[in-house]
């Protein structure tokens, strides 16, 4: 049994032993059970075989603090369910549990007069706290950040702060690092849990402390977070305003998601879908139309530009009949080499960081891949043709393995070229690297296709 089939074995366990305990109104066991499973296991054994009336009922009788961490779990619609099921003083305990930035997470999602009650329901703190980080401008560093963190004076000793730790720990997202600031809130600098417990016990903070931070100002982008992170190997960063004032942090595990979304939005662009937040198996038909019919229909109109260039060369296709087999295998190879060569620049974008800059060196590049792939390219389908395709003529085999020669070097450069140029007028990278670069690819393999062959034509070479 793999790993996959022995968790659903588990959860299939969990879940009747569940059910045992609510039948048996075996309230002791059934929280014994809870306290006893971790909290994503649970989220997906509530969604997968319990009625959300069951599911409120297991809330209502279980700690609220694994409340909250079950809740950030479950998904969209069953969270939007439970609001609706719990009373409002119920809604403020579970808000006082969770983290901010699970709460805004969620909040995001919910209809106005849903997200009015939750924000009604919470304290004034809370409510606070979460309306500034919904006010942040969407994939944000604010927008992602949580408040949920430690904040110590330089002044204090080693057993003060671990004191003050102690009553923080339950609220905090992390104690692995703690962060030091003054009066106004302004960022100093940083200790680690480590360092608080192996000093002596009336040592400063300010002693020990860390005074080359690393921080994110609240506006920056999400993706820019991320590489951050990648960089410097954090598990924790600050968030600060413009007046370096200390306002929240982003754990990693929040990158994390941050990653997933930006490959996924990549993924959409990439393969010409408008990006469109949430899961395949949840995501309304009607919006998975709407996220593809716009490149459908610019794509159905581009290509009158190779129809446009096969209707002119059509005299030169009866002349040669055998020309037209091979246009389908010149318009595939020359997309597939701009689609590799533009997924690797876009790569080299995101973690290399490539830039206009390095326009030379990607061209360089590019280049030689491109002789000795079409070189390749070359010797083979001359060998192909002459193997599996005996009625075609050797000059002809020429010509199509001469034209996946160039096609495949302009093909190379434009899929490099096209990414560093997006970069630069501050589009998504990732956008020309899909149909566009398809679309260009194609008309390009057909003009260099039939303009050599009406060349070899003009040379007297008469292929069958």
Not at 100 to 109: P, R
Not at 112 to 129: C, D, G, H, P, T
Not at 295 to 306: C, D, H, K, P
Request: aromatic letters at 8%; proline letters at 3%; one cysteine or more.
């Amino acid at each position: 049994m793999d790993l996959k089939e022995n968790s659903l074995e588990k959860s299939k366990i969990i879940a009747n032993e569940l059910k045992v305990s609510l039948e048996e109104k075996n309230i002791f066991h059934l929280r014994d059970i809870i306290y006893d499973t971790n909290e994503v296991t649970l989220a997906n054994i509530f969604e997968e075989y319990f009625e959300i009336k069951e599911i409120l009922f297991m809330f209502k009788v279980i700690k609220k603090e694994k409340t909250a961490e079950i809740f950030a779990y479950l998904p969209q619609n069953m969270k939007q369910e439970v609001i609706n099921g719990l009373q409002d003083h119920e809604i403020k305990i579970m808000l006082d549990y969770m983290f901010t930035d699970d709460i805004s997470e969620f909040l995001e999602e919910l209809p106005a007069n849903i997200v009015k009650r939750v924000l009604n329901s919470a304290s004034n703190q809370r409510r606070s706290e979460i309306n500034m980080i919904l006010n942040f401008k969407e994939n944000s560093a604010g927008s992602v950040m949580s408040t949920d963190y430690v904040e110590l004076d330089p002044e204090l000793t080693t057993d003060e702060a671990l004191e003050m730790i102690k009553d923080k720990e339950r609220l905090a997202e992390t104690i692995s690092y703690c962060y030091i600031t003054n009066d106004q809130h302004i960022l100093l600098g940083f200790v680690s849990m480590r360092s608080i417990l192996l000093s002596p016990a009336n040592t400063l903070i300010s002693d020990i402390m860390e005074t080359d931070v690393i921080s994110v100002e609240c506006d920056e982008d999400q993706e820019e977070v991320s590489k951050i992170f990648t960089k410097y190997d954090l598990i924790v960063l600050p968030v600060v305003n413009d007046q370096h004032r200390l306002i929240g942090i982003i754990t990693i595990d929040d990158v994390y998601d941050i990653i997933q979304d930006e490959v996924t939005e990549d993924l959409q662009k990439m393969g010409g879908i408008t990006p469109i937040e949430g899961s395949y198996i949840n995501m309304p038909i009607i919006e998975m139309v709407k996220s593809r019919i716009t490149w459908l229909l610019i794509l159905m109109v581009s290509a009158t530009v190779s129809g446009m260039i096969l209707t002119k060369n059509s005299d030169l296709t009866l002349k040669i009949p055998s020309l037209v087999i091979f246009i389908p295998m010149l318009m595939d190879t020359a997309g597939n080499a701009g689609s590799q060569s533009s997924a690797m620049v876009v790569r080299g974008i995101a973690i290399d960081n490539l830039s206009i800059s390095d326009f030379k060196y990607v061209i360089k590049t590019e280049l030689l891949n491109s002789l000795i792939l079409g070189a390749i390219l070359f010797t083979v389908n001359i060998l192909r043709i002459l193997i599996f395709m005996p009625k075609v003529s050797l000059s002809i085999a020429i010509l199509i393995s001469a034209t996946i020669y160039i096609i495949i070097t302009i093909a190379n450069l434009i899929g490099g070229i096209l990414p560093l140029f997006a970069s630069t007028l501050k589009q998504d990278p990732a956008s020309m690297s899909g149909p566009i670069l398809t679309t260009v690819c194609d008309a390009i393999s057909l003009t260099i296709y039939f303009a050599l062959a009406s060349m070899f034509l003009g040379g007297g070479i008469y292929g069958v």
